[in-house]
């Protein structure tokens, strides 16, 4: 019995040694088993050997602790962003943001992986049940599980807001609750953009070529840099200065006068003696970049544009005893106000969000963007599209870059309402131009008649007339041309309108706006623009009756008895953007040169061919009621008239 325990026992001792002989003996060669160096292992609070904290190092006097560096292989990535982080050693890099002014927010630590945006955000900023998005007042600057940040680098970071989940019109802000955001960080395959990135989110990347969205980003852009309040906002050694574009939905290749305005926008905020306009970084270095990698942007520059205040923000605000938001509880969804400074002067305005009162929403195509199609919500739009300059100065400063940059006189700027504002260009006659779209856009179909009607008006009011026809890919220096020897310029609404605002002090634009054509005040893009320079006349006739409007088939003349509260989905909108467009310039007329649309064999709405329709010559009733008062140089907000309404 004693020999076979002690056979048993060499048995299960040679077993041992086998197994040990597999698997290494990680006591008798000194070397513990590998960690995972996926995630770093901290020392626990209280160890005997546990690292002083990066703060407690700094009071001592010694140099802060390193970070190990972990082992992620081989990082390819595009020469435009750096494998190096920008944070200061064992900052968190959580996600925060800076408002201080409704016309921007900066982004500090926003994260983009995969065509989406992250924001790193502490556990304690997890929604719990029955939080909704925007309502949280948790801080989101600091993390009780990661206490590594110095006293200095806290000093340095302008006060966090409210994360906004609607990061631009296009783009939502994902939050990612991380517990151990410093393990998080050192384990991504990142990719680190460093000082300040601008972000231009065109509204709608299903339009590329229109020009008049382009401007409303870069006016007000241009308005941003120029204040500089981004400045105070940004955190870094570099971040008071534009060092990069990033287009998210839109490629680089883009015309001229795109260009041009882009370079002149950016101007007060790139470096001097820097190139004139930073890289850009557009949607196809985006797709290029490593899917698996992340990309981290120090300080992003968002422009407010289209989208309104917070919740958080409009909660404080009242309007006639009540708050906005129990404006909007109550239905008055278009409530908004103004905000004035003490000389009565617009100064900024709150817009509520846009709901339907039948919950409905437009432009829900993905080929227009994401604008609804998030989380199933609809976006929150600034329904006036108030747009434009923040101050004159602004637009007095933007016009006379654009005429340097493109070589030609600038306009005098001494023109005093009451007196007659001088020739575009000194020595030349004042002209009335009737500006015509290239034949790929809806036209005007009596554009000859309304070439007679200006000339009537243009002779009495001392105007010469031409008339112009450009293309959006027309060089900068051609839209900028035509506009500076227009004393008045006469155009269908649209994308060539887009340069009005750099007219010479004084001038005049009369628009021309297409039927039914209105969404969320869309139709005062020009306007707001134009308004916003102080020094520009601005007016505008619309077409009212369904008889002046020539839809490209015949199944479109269905939408012609829709109101427009009604045709707010994308096929009504884009049938009434793309119809001929006839104005009436005659006192009366046989039907046969006002219904082209019934041609196709179309009856709705068609009277006999016999009928004579009367209309009322408003265009050269609206010409003769103000063009006198213009070239004798009255003042802009005298002369101005009430938007006419769609019907």
């Known amino acids: ?132 998005p925007g309502t949280s007042d948790t801080p989101l600057s600091t993390s009780s599980t990661d206490a590594t940040t110095t006293t200095s680098s806290v000093a340095s970071h302008p006060p966090s807001s409210q994360l906004e989940e609607g990061l631009s019109v296009n783009c939502a802000l994902i939050n990612l609750p991380v517990s151990n955001i410093s393990s998080f960080t050192d384990n991504m395959r990142t990719g680190f953009l460093p000082g300040t990135t601008l972000l231009v989110d065109f509204p709608f990347p299903a339009f590329p070529d229109n020009l008049g969205h382009w401007a409303e980003i870069m006016l007000t852009t241009y308005s941003v840099l120029m204040d500089g309040a981004w400045r105070s906002n940004s955190v870094g050694t570099r971040g008071g200065y534009v060092d990069r574009i990033l287009l998210p939905n839109l490629r680089k290749e883009m015309n001229d006068w795109f260009k041009e305005i882009l370079a002149i926008a950016v101007a007060p905020g790139v470096r001097k003696g820097g190139a004139p306009v930073p890289p850009i970084i557009d949607h196809a270095d985006l797709e290029a970049f490593p899917k698996l990698s992340w990309l981290a942007i120090e300080n992003l520059l968002v422009v407010q544009d289209r989208d309104p205040l917070t919740a958080a923000q409009a909660s404080e605000r009242t309007l006639d005893g009540r708050s906005e938001l129990d404006l909007r509880a109550g239905g008055n969804v278009g409530a908004f106000r103004r905000l004035l400074d003490g000389e009565g002067h617009i100064r900024r305005a709150l817009y509520l969000p846009y709901t339907h009162p039948e919950r409905k929403t437009g432009f829900i195509g993905a080929d227009h963007g994401d604008l609804w199609r998030y989380d199933g919500c609809g976006r929150y739009v600034n329904r006036e599209l108030d747009v434009g300059f923040s101050n004159a100065s602004y637009a007095a400063a933007f016009r006379a870059a654009a005429y340097k940059r493109a070589g030609l006189d600038p306009p005098a700027s001494s023109w005093v309402p009451g007196s007659p504002p001088p020739p575009p260009l000194p020595g030349s006659p004042r002209v009335m131009t009737l500006l015509l779209p290239h034949e790929d856009y809806p036209p005007v179909v009596n554009w000859q008649e309304v070439q007679e009607v200006l000339r009537r008006v243009g002779t009495a009011t001392g105007l010469e007339v031409r008339t112009v026809t450009l293309s959006t890919d027309a060089p900068f220096v051609s839209h900028l041309d035509t506009f500076a020897r227009s004393s008045v310029l006469v155009a269908r609404h649209g994308p060539l309108l887009a340069t009005a605002t750099l007219m010479a002090p004084g001038s005049a634009v009369v628009e021309l706006l297409p039927y039914k054509w209105e969404w969320l005040g869309l139709s005062k893009l020009y306007y707001n623009m134009t308004q916003s320079a102080g020094d520009l006349h601005h007016f505008a006739w619309r077409a009212t009756d369904h008889r002046l409007v020539h839809y490209d088939h015949e199944n479109y003349t269905r939408y012609h008895s829709w109101t427009p509260e009604e045709c707010s989905a994308r096929e009504c909108l ?71 309404k769609a019907v």
């Open 574 to 644: 884009m049938v009434h953007a793309r119809a001929g467009l006839t104005v009436n310039t005659v006192g009366a007329t046989h039907v046969g040169r006002y219904t082209l649309w019934c041609a196709c064999g179309c009856t709705l709405g068609c009277p006999p061919p016999a009928r004579t329709v009367r209309f009322s010559s408003e265009l050269e009733s609206l010409l003769r009621a103000k063009l006198p008062d213009v070239v004798a140089g009255g003042d802009v907000g005298e002369l101005r008239e009430p938007w006419p």
């Open 1 to 132: 019995m004693e020999s076979r325990s002690h056979w048993k026992s060499f048995v299960l001792l040679v077993a041992l040694i086998s197994i040990g002989w597999l698997h290494g003996f990680p006591s008798a060669n000194g070397n513990g088993l590998p960690k995972q160096q996926a995630m770093p292992q901290r020392p626990a609070e209280g160890g005997a050997k546990a690292v002083p904290s990066t703060t407690a190092r700094a009071q001592a006097g010694a140099p802060p602790a390193q970070r190990t560096p972990v082992n992620r292989g081989s990082i390819s990535l595009p020469n435009w962003c750096s494998v190096g982080t920008y944070a200061r050693n064992g900052e968190p890099l959580f996600t925060t943001m800076t408002r201080t002014e409704d016309s921007h927010k900066v982004y500090h630590n926003a994260f983009w992986h995969a065509h989406k945006w992250y924001a790193l955000v502490p556990p304690d900023a997890m929604f719990r049940d029955g939080d909704q």
